[in-house]
């Protein structure tokens, strides 16, 4: 099969001719159609995640059809189209193998009225945002800030927020103002002619209930304790809090996401972002979509900042 993979950490990867991996026991075989694009692709790439075996495929979250079954599958059939997160086997690739049942590696049908292109953006940014304003629980009417609400996850979670009421405070490159209102945010800061942290403070002198923080490293992060009010929670899902005790001091809940580790990473999880899909309260639209081949540039791009956001690898011929 053609995969995308890398045989060093660092290494910008290419298109190359690897074996058909084998569905064992309570896995799928999965013929990929379209590969979704996300942060964490270039991460794993350059060693962020920790050792791999090599050559790695790269990639995540894919949208495919099932080929073979393993033993003791019994709610798959083959032929079924399926979507969720492949990070045994990577997902730059015409095939994969998925379990049938992990929470670090969910997945679930997809609805004749999605499109795969479609579902292969929901697992990783959908589930991040489920599972990040689950943690937070800001109630009805009070605020939170999404500190990088257009990006994949925090697009979805403007959201769902403001579908359940909630007052949203996003962050937005000049430009893209609008279309994040168009999502739901009830206030918007242009990060880069304003301070975020400075127009919060202006507007919102008591203080937010919450943040969902898809930006910040570990420094920049404790600002947000300038924001928050007590009581408040903070949750990064880029993982840069390293000290949740200094939040504590000030009376702030402040966690990092494993997102594998939360209920919402489940086939649960991707069922009720299909369902908020179907709904219309959440819509996700493919900014771009390019051949598998261009992966390396793609991942280049989004790591640069060049590009972002909702974005897919079509894997399949005509897909």
């Known amino acids: 099969m053609k ?3 890398i045989d060093r950490f660092g290494e910008d990867g290419s298109l ?3 074996p058909d991996p084998v569905a064992g026991p309570g896995e799928l075989l999965v013929r990929v159609t379209v590969a979704g694009v996300n942060p964490v692709d270039w991460k794993i790439r350059d060693g962020a995640h920790g050792p791999r075996p090599f050559p790695l495929i790269l ?3 894919f949208a495919g059809v099932i080929e073979a079954a393993g ?3 019994a709610d798959f059939r083959v032929g079924e189209r399926i979507f969720g997160a492949a990070r045994a086997h990577g997902s730059y690739a015409e095939r994969t193998v998925v379990p049938t049942s992990s929470n670090e590696a969910p997945i679930a049908k997809i609805p004749a009225g999605l499109s795969d292109a479609v579902a292969a953006l929901l697992p990783i940014a959908g589930l991040t945002a489920l599972a990040t304003l689950a943690r937070l629980d800001v109630p009805r009417g009070e605020s939170l800030l999404i500190y990088g609400a257009t990006g994949g996850v925090g697009a979805i979670a403007v959201q769902i927020a403001h579908a ?3 007052h949203v405070i996003g962050t937005a490159r000049s430009g893209k103002e609008d279309a994040l209102r168009a999502l739901g945010a009830d206030e918007v800061i242009v990060y880069d002619r304003n301070d975020v942290i400075d127009g919060v403070k202006a507007a919102h002198p008591d203080g937010i209930t919450g943040v969902i923080d898809l930006v910040n490293d570990g ?3 404790k600002r947000l304790a300038e924001i928050v009010r007590n009581g408040g929670r903070v949750v990064s899902a880029i993982r840069s809090i390293d ?4 939040f504590g001091e000030r009376g702030i809940t402040a ?3 494993a997102m594998g580790q939360t209920p919402q990473s489940s086939r649960a999880g991707l069922e009720e972002l299909v369902a908020l899909i179907e709904a219309g309260t959440v819509v996700v639209d493919v900014k771009a979509a390019y051949p598998l081949a261009e992966a390396g540039a793609v991942l280049a791009a989004l790591k640069s900042g060049k590009t972002s956001g909702n974005i897919v690898l079509n894997v399949a011929p005509g897909a």
């Open 59 to 61: 990639g995540v979250d």
């Open 243 to 246: 000290d949740a005790a200094w």
């Open 71 to 73: 033993s003791g599958v």
């Open 3 to 5: 995969a995308f993979a």
């Open 255 to 257: 966690t990092n996401l």
């Open 219 to 221: 420094v920049a992060i």
């Open 16 to 18: 190359r001719e690897l």
């Open 164 to 166: 359940r009421g909630i």
